[in-house]
């Protein structure tokens, strides 16, 4: 509430100023950001889906490479065989499948019969000649074959590389298993598609078995059969996580590259392998990131944009409204003729009219007030001067047979309430024709000193009841000024008859002249009230009349300044005075001197 | 007035802040820290193995002398090279195997009847109980005759091991030792498997058992330490039970 309060307090500019930058640079900032979250989201969506269509398209080649292989020893002979296969033909059938198969290092055949059960009969290796025969019926290649069964083991770790072992039951057309043959299977094939994947410009995958051991990585950080299973990423993957670069987790700190990455993993379905890929982010958000920062700059310039023109914008609304302002207090002065200029064809230019309109409208009625005011005025002025002469008469005591003491008071009163009409009809006649610009002002070459002489010499008496010195400081005889003698009489009248009123008991009473640039300025200095800071504001207003303490008795209409002001400004000179409550207070007026 | 002004640009740009350093800006997760693993014997998780070092010997009974193969030296030294790539690629580098050989071959101070047993199925046990004592004290201590000051300084933390070439029969591999013929690393018929057999028989002294069954010699594992003996080192590994069991 109290932030409303100021804000509501400060200037309309200004507050348009702010609620316009408030209400356009939140959309923009409210925008961006949601530009660059939706460009994000589908940024993510993006890199996820590339990175699992990777990721699948490598298990399918991984998991053809397997089936293909294996397919390769899924051996059918003829019907009529039932137990081993006769030697050379094993020999000759090993050496074929070695030289046909890149991929194999190793075969053998071993027996199913009982009297060699679990012996291998024959084996041919790329790497010697003659390799020793085993009994491997406890090994799960025998085991497992032996049951009908395919095997593909755990994956191990050679100097040559990453290898698997494979076997599958021989069987005749009858489908009786007559031998197992298995075979040292390397993955090279698998190694080479791993590092052959790629994604943007250093994307790759990982290929860890279901040991967490690697099998392959484009980056070569780790050796082949590395533990990497410790490693966060692969371990999600091999505990069967969901990663597929959408999750918090799936931006991280690689290990093989060494920088952020995003990842996404899958496990193979039968064999348990983690398949990763990782895409350095450096790499995967190049694009965006330049996006993100051209919506970023553009948002910038916007809310530039929006700062340099809120300006410009705040003082065209307010201009219309300023303009009302001033011309309101040109009517305020009572300068009805000065209209108000609003170009525009909106509420505001209607406003402008509309005030226009009222402006002549309050024109004429103070045309007519005046009008009033002087009629009035005029029509007083006779009764109240026939109501003085009777007055006059009967104070003097010429009304026939006298009149009583009891009488004789009341006349007095009648006399001084009749005064003080007198006074104010001709005030308001005075005003009213300085409203018409009927005052006939005669300047002419003045005696300053013969007229201040003569205006002394009738407001010393009234000084001197009140105990208050009269001084006039300095040599004016031969002073003249272009003046109304008559209106310079009236303005030496009203303001040395102010300075006797508002002083308050015995004081003094200054007049003082001073020469400057042409002018002749006159100083009626008193010691009087003085007129409070409030009240100085007012002072030539009409009507206002000074409320100190101790002036309540003081008689007057509120008219004599604002007239005094009038007078000397239209014999061309300027009015002003300095007072300080409670000390007294100094007024001054310049005329036009006479050389 | 203006002090609403200034705060609602702090707000404009605080907002154009966060958007520049949060919004469409990557969340690095920093929970994918690497497990550190400490590799150590198979029946002793306390001995670490993380360092390897290995003495090696040739050994010579006293009335073999005239059998002493002249290459011995480079034909250790080669095989032993071997074991170290082997090593380092099975261990996944969390091993690290150094070797140093004795300069000269040592002549036992018994004829090879006293060393040897004549059933070498279970390798050869006695020369293992008889060779291996005689190595220590003769070049291990002080005053042992072929105590040199240039051998025998064992690196600290390191897991010292004792390989020895036997001019004799059989081979064993125990508690920090492990004795191989040297038939079995010099003659064309194992030449294939040499290397592998000599690595077998190093891996017996980092606590793993053999994976075949005796006397049938019916094999339950193809690594090195079953059918693997006699498979090419080039093709031969360590499978992830034993890896297991070193604390991979």
Redesign the interface.
């Known amino acids: 509430m109290y932030t409303l309060i100021k804000i509501t307090d400060s200037p309309l500019r200004t507050r348009f100023l702010l609620y316009f930058i408030i209400l356009t640079t939140a959309p923009v900032l409210v925008l961006g950001a949601v530009a660059i979250s939706l460009i994000d989201a589908s940024h993510r969506r993006d890199v996820s889906a590339l990175e699992l269509q990777l990721i699948n398209q490598k298990i399918e080649e991984t998991e053809k490479f397997l089936e293909r292989t294996l397919g390769v020893l899924e051996v059918v002979v003829g019907y009529d065989q039932k137990v081993d296969i006769e030697l050379t033909q094993q020999n000759f059938f090993l050496d074929g499948l070695l030289s046909e198969n890149d991929a194999f290092e190793e075969v053998s055949f071993a027996s199913v019969d009982s009297a060699a059960y679990g012996k291998e009969t024959a084996k041919k290796s790329k790497l010697y000649k003659n390799p020793e025969l085993f009994t491997v019926a406890l090994l799960p290649k025998f085991i497992e074959a032996k049951e009908g069964k395919t095997y593909i083991s755990e994956v191990y770790y050679t100097l040559k590389g990453p290898f698997v072992t494979m076997s599958a039951p021989v069987r005749n057309r009858n489908g009786i298993i007559v031998e197992v043959l298995s075979a040292e299977v390397s993955l090279q094939e698998v190694v080479q598609s791993i590092n052959a994947g790629s994604i943007g410009a250093r994307g790759g995958i990982v290929l860890a078995d279901n040991n967490g051991r690697l099998i392959a990585h484009r980056e070569p950080i780790f050796a082949s059969g590395a533990k990497i299973g410790n490693i966060f990423s692969i371990k999600r993957v091999l505990a069967g996580e969901k990663v597929d670069a959408l999750q918090p987790q799936d931006r991280y700190e690689s290990l093989f590259y060494k920088e952020p990455v995003v990842g996404a993993g899958k496990k193979m379905p039968d064999l348990g392998w983690a398949f990763l890929a990782e895409w350095p982010l450096s790499d995967a958000d190049a694009v965006i990131n330049g996006v993100r920062n051209q919506v970023l700059i553009l948002t910038l310039v916007s809310i530039l944009g929006v700062l340099f023109f809120a300006p410009l914008v705040a003082s065209r609304l307010t201009k219309p409204i300023n303009a009302l302002k001033s011309g309101a207090e040109e009517i305020e002065q009572g300068h009805f003729d000065k209209e108000v200029s609003i170009a525009t064809k909106d509420e505001l230019g209607e406003l402008g009219l509309a005030f226009n309109r009222m402006a002549k409208g309050l024109k004429r009625l103070e045309e007519l007030k005046n009008e009033f005011v002087y009629i009035a005025a005029h029509e007083l002025r006779a009764p109240v001067t026939a109501i003085k002469g009777y007055v006059s008469l009967l104070v003097e005591g010429r009304a026939k047979g006298g009149v009583t003491l009891e009488a004789a008071e009341f006349i007095d009163r009648i006399d001084r309430a009749n005064e003080g009409l007198v006074h104010l009809v001709n005030d308001l006649l005075e005003v009213a024709r300085s409203d018409a610009g009927k005052i006939e002002i005669a300047v002419q070459p003045v005696s300053l000193g013969a007229v201040v002489k003569d205006v002394v010499a009738t407001m010393r008496i009234l000084a001197e009841q009140k105990k208050i010195t009269f001084q006039v400081q300095g040599e004016i005889a031969d002073l003249h000024v272009l003046a109304d003698p008559d209106k310079l009489k009236e303005i030496l009248t009203n303001l040395i008859s102010n300075a006797i009123k508002y002083t308050l008991g015995a004081g003094a009473l200054a007049i003082k002249y001073e020469l400057d640039q042409g002018m002749v300025i006159t100083h009626i200095e008193d010691t009087g009230v003085g007129i409070s800071f409030e009240a100085q504001k007012k002072l030539f207003e009409k009507f206002y009349r000074v409320k100190a303490a101790g002036t309540e008795e003081v008689n007057g209409t509120g008219l004599g300044l604002f007239i005094v002001k009038q007078l000397v400004q239209k014999m061309g000179g300027k009015i002003w005075f300095v007072s300080q409550e409670g000390k007294g207070s100094t007024f001054s007026f310049s005329l036009p001197r006479v050389s | 007035?203006?002090k609403?002004?200034i705060a609602?640009?702090c707000l404009?740009f605080g907002?154009?802040t966060l958007?520049?350093f949060y919004?469409?800006v990557?969340?690095?997760?920093?929970?994918?820290?690497?497990?550190i693993?400490n590799v150590h014997r198979a029946d002793n998780a306390e001995q670490s193995i993380s360092k390897i070092y290995i003495s090696a010997f040739y050994f010579v009974p006293k009335n073999k002398k005239e059998d002493i193969f002249t290459g011995w030296s480079t034909t250790l030294q080669e095989k032993l090279e071997a074991l170290m790539?082997?090593h380092?690629?099975?261990l996944?580098?969390?091993s690290e195997l150094t070797y140093t050989i004795y300069p000269e071959p040592i002549i036992g101070r018994l004829n090879n009847i006293e060393y040897d047993t004549f059933i070498t199925q279970h390798g050869n046990p006695e020369a293992l109980r008889h060779v291996v004592p005689e190595i220590e004290s003769r070049v291990f201590e002080a005053n042992g005759d072929l105590f040199r000051n240039d051998f025998g300084t064992i690196p600290k933390d390191a897991y010292h091991v004792l390989v020895v070439m036997y001019e004799g029969v059989g081979s064993i591999g125990g508690d920090n030792i492990a004795l191989i013929s040297r038939t079995f690393l010099t003659s064309s018929e194992y030449a294939?498997?040499s290397e592998s057999l000599l690595a077998h028989e190093f891996y017996h002294t980092l606590g793993l058992p053999d994976a075949?069954?005796l006397p049938?010699?019916?094999?339950?594992?193809?690594?090195i330490m079953g059918?693997g003996r006699?498979?090419?080192?080039?093709?031969?590994?360590?499978?992830?039970k034993s890896?297991q069991a070193l604390g991979?």
């Open positions: 007035m203006f609403y002004l609602v640009l404009v907002a154009l958007m520049y919004i469409g990557p969340v690095i997760y920093d929970g994918a820290k690497d497990v693993l790539r082997f380092t690629v099975e996944q580098e969390k294939p498997v075949y069954t049938e010699g019916t094999v339950t594992s193809q690594d059918l006699y498979t090419p080192i080039g093709q031969t590994y360590l499978s992830q890896l991979l």
